[in-house]
């Protein structure tokens, strides 16, 4: 099934894709896709280099899938951040 995601959503959703801190499952939390239909839309929206770029970092980053992390970080979000809800994100535009 596609979803239908708005330009704003898109922008948001590349950009917590480059974030190392941001896992797949934030990802997957608040925009409902998966890990792989991040990466197809990171190859659809980005420039071919930037996204090779993009999927070597992914790769070798152990913060963007959660079982890769550490035990002690078991949260999305920086404790200091505010809070956010699903799609909502304050003060943003």
């Known amino acids: 099934m596609q979803k239908v995601l708005s330009e704003t959503d898109i922008d948001r959703i590349i950009e917590m894709a480059w974030e190392d801190r941001t896992p797949f499952d ?30 070597k970092r992914v790769e070798s980053c152990t913060t963007k899938h959660s079982a890769k992390r550490i035990d002690g970080i078991n949260r999305f979000k920086c404790s200091l951040q505010r809070v956010i809800s699903n799609n909502k994100i304050s003060k943003r535009r």
């Open 26 to 55: 934030a990802i997957t939390f608040q925009f409902g896709l998966s890990e792989a239909e991040v990466k197809a839309l990171m190859k659809k929206e980005l420039k071919f280099s930037s996204y090779v770029l993009w999927r």
